[in-house]
């Protein structure tokens, strides 16, 4: 059985070694499939000059590369086998003679059955119409969500970038920052930015129809519960 973090129980971690210190978050909202695909920017730091991996939790995620984000250049990388409901470790390997900080690119998708994300089709909203997300990372469930150091010791700052169809509205645990329409498709893209350092599992959000000012208000006060 994977050894999980002797930190944290719950976790295969290992950032005493190499934490991450920034999350870019960049996903495509896919109502048909029910998944999210894309990818998350990790800002790394080298806590032990002896490392030789980032060490991240992951459960259900499909993996698809690793690449250096300065470079483009693909990393190896190994998953490893399901423990339990802990999910599988992510071990990256780190360039040789690596810099203290550093950039990975990981490019993913979830799953139908993701845990952290919850599906509703129209005919169970309020309006009928549309399709409605939301996600519930705590306490780890975030790791079936993104790829990311999921303990409470690990806190930081993240930014994001949503994709959805145009007729619908995205809200996260951040600031917005910004929306605007994807060229040559029916998706619109939601900018934000959360400054503050927060946990892995303090980065939910939802995607809804909004049909007035009260819904935003309402939705607002309820993302990040």
């Not at 920034?22 to 896919?30: A, S």
């Not at 790394?44 to 995620?61: C, G």
């Not at 980065?203 to 049909?211: I, K």
Request: charged share 25%; aromatic share 8%; hydrophobic share 35%.
């Amino acid at each position: 059985m994977e050894a999980l973090s002797p930190s944290d129980p719950n976790s295969f971690s290992r950032p005493e070694e190499c934490i991450v210190i920034g999350i870019h978050i960049d996903w495509e909202v896919n109502f048909e499939n029910h998944i999210l695909t894309g990818f998350v920017d990790l800002t790394v730091e080298k806590k032990d000059t002896s490392a030789s991996h980032l060490v991240l939790d992951t459960r259900d995620l499909t993996i698809k590369n690793v690449v250096d984000k300065s470079t483009d250049k693909p990393l190896n990388y190994k998953c490893g086998e399901p423990v339990l409901t802990f999910g599988s470790k992510l071990e990256i390997e780190l360039p040789e003679n690596m810099e203290n900080r550093k950039e990975f690119r990981v490019f993913y998708e979830t799953i139908p059955s993701s845990s952290a994300l919850q599906w509703l089709i129209p005919e169970l909203t309020a309006g009928k119409k549309h399709p409605y997300l939301y996600s519930h990372s705590e306490a780890i469930h975030a790791r079936s969500m993104l790829p990311c150091q999921d303990s409470p010791g690990v806190k930081s700052p993240y930014t994001a970038v949503v994709r959805v169809p145009k007729d619908l509205v995205v809200l996260m645990s951040a600031v917005r920052d910004g929306e605007e329409d994807c060229e040559n498709t029916n998706l619109k893209a939601f900018k934000f930015t959360q400054k503050v350092s927060s946990t892995s599992f303090q980065t939910d959000g939802a995607v809804f129809y909004c049909c007035s000012k009260y819904s935003v208000n309402d939705e607002l006060s309820n993302v990040g519960r």
